[in-house]
Nanobody, 125 residues
Framework: VLLQASGGGLVQAGGSLRLSCAPSGLTSRSIAMAWFRQAPGKEREYVAGFSRTGGYTYYADSVKGRFTISRDNAKRTVFLQMNSLKPEDTAVYYC???????????????????WGQGTLVTVSS
């Protein structure tokens, strides 16, 4: 399984970026998809994601109202639209997928089997 994440870069505070992630090699049609991020010196944290059925969408409190996760089911691609970016959003962003993710672990790194290589988002003040 390969996850190709892209869209990171340098942006000024208040700006926007759109991340995308396209998994390949997955045979399961029901997968949880999520974005996590990791800032220097900090633990990896959950940002946003979909449950396996796609019926539930979750956001971290720190990004609610600013970030929007979406998916293209035909292309099995997940997107993260990030608006009103803040310097504290600076991190490496990782996409993750889980064919067997259970609800209680949707926001945990333990819930995901496959990870992308990460894309760096830098927000300048």
């Amino acid at each position: 399984v390969l996850l190709q994440a892209s869209g990171g870069g340098l942006v000024q505070a208040g700006g926007s970026l759109r991340l995308s992630c396209a998994p390949s090699g997955l045979t399961s049609r029901s997968i949880a998809m999520a974005w996590f991020r990791q800032a220097p010196g900090k633990e990896r944290e959950y940002v946003a994601g979909f449950s396996r059925t796609g019926g539930y969408t979750y956001y971290a409190d720190s990004v609610k109202g600013r970030f929007t996760i979406s998916r293209d089911n035909a292309k099995r691609t997940v997107f993260l639209q990030m608006n009103s970016l803040k310097p504290e959003d600076t991190a490496v962003y990782y996409c993750a997928v889980g064919p067997r993710t259970i609800t209680s672990e949707l926001r945990s790194t333990r819930g995901y089997e496959y990870w992308g290589q990460g894309t760096l988002v830098t927000v300048s003040s």
